[in-house]
């Protein structure tokens, strides 16, 4: 059966939502501003297969996610998770690659399309650099901890803070640095409005009240082109 004469997705979806692959398909979609649509046209399919896709636990042939991970400006492996347990930059370099400087607007356009970054603060046992789920509000770069984890260290300190993305198929990438001073965010109105707007809650889970903004004195990012 091919992928565009699939059943159809209300009357064949599997309890327990959509697979790992579908999951990426659609972060990658939304993360590229892409409608069903638009990358059905792309890789040759229908909407409603896409939408079957990234709903059930599906498990597409290897030509068709080919095609899906092309449409997507991704490749396969990642698609399917492949360097999930992986750090990034195991790729080869890219023949002739360029540094390039972003601009202030380009780091906060990429700095919105991210929800992990990592936040550097000094603690009783050293410097440390630690993983947080944030928000970008008003350019001001925001995230939620526990008082007694490490995060919470940054708490009136100057710190650095980074966001970056690979891509080990093109052995390109871009990294954006946010230096600013972190402050303890006080006003309830302030504090329901990044609970409220927050694209993600903390990835650790628990309660994370202690909300923590980082007003940046300087941004600045770098872009690594394969020509």
């Not at 710190?159 to 309830?188: C, K, M, N, Y």
Request: aromatic fraction near 4%; charged fraction near 25%; include cysteine.
């Amino acid at each position: 059966m091919s992928e565009a004469a699939r059943p159809d997705p209300a009357a064949t979806r599997r309890p327990g939502g959509g697979g790992d692959i579908g999951r990426r398909v659609a972060l990658r979609r939304e993360r590229l501003g892409l409608s069903r649509e638009d990358v059905a046209g792309r890789a040759g399919t229908s909407p409603s297969y896409l939408r079957y896709l990234e709903e059930s636990p599906a498990d597409p042939g290897t030509g068709f996610l080919l095609r899906l991970a092309a449409a997507l400006d991704t490749t396969a492996a990642e698609l399917r998770g492949g360097g999930v347990g992986l750090p990034p930059g195991l790729g080869q370099a890219g023949s002739r690659p360029d540094l390039v400087e972003l601009t202030p607007r380009e780091c906060y356009d990429l700095l919105s399309t991210h929800g992990v970054g990592r936040i550097s603060v000094s603690t009783s046992k050293g410097p440390s650099i630690l993983p947080v789920n944030y928000s970008v509000m008003d350019d001001a770069v925001v995230f939620r901890t526990a008082p007694d984890a490490s995060p919470a260290a940054a708490a009136g300190a100057e710190v650095a803070f980074e966001v970056d993305h690979i891509d080990e198929a093109l052995s390109e990438g871009w990294s954006v640095l946010v230096v600013g001073r972190a402050q303890r965010v006080t006003d309830p109105e302030a504090i329901r409005r990044v609970a409220a707007d927050a694209y993600s809650k903390p990835w650790p889970g628990g309660s994370r009240e202690l909300c923590l903004r980082i007003d940046p004195t300087r941004v600045t990012g770098r872009r690594i082109r394969v020509h």
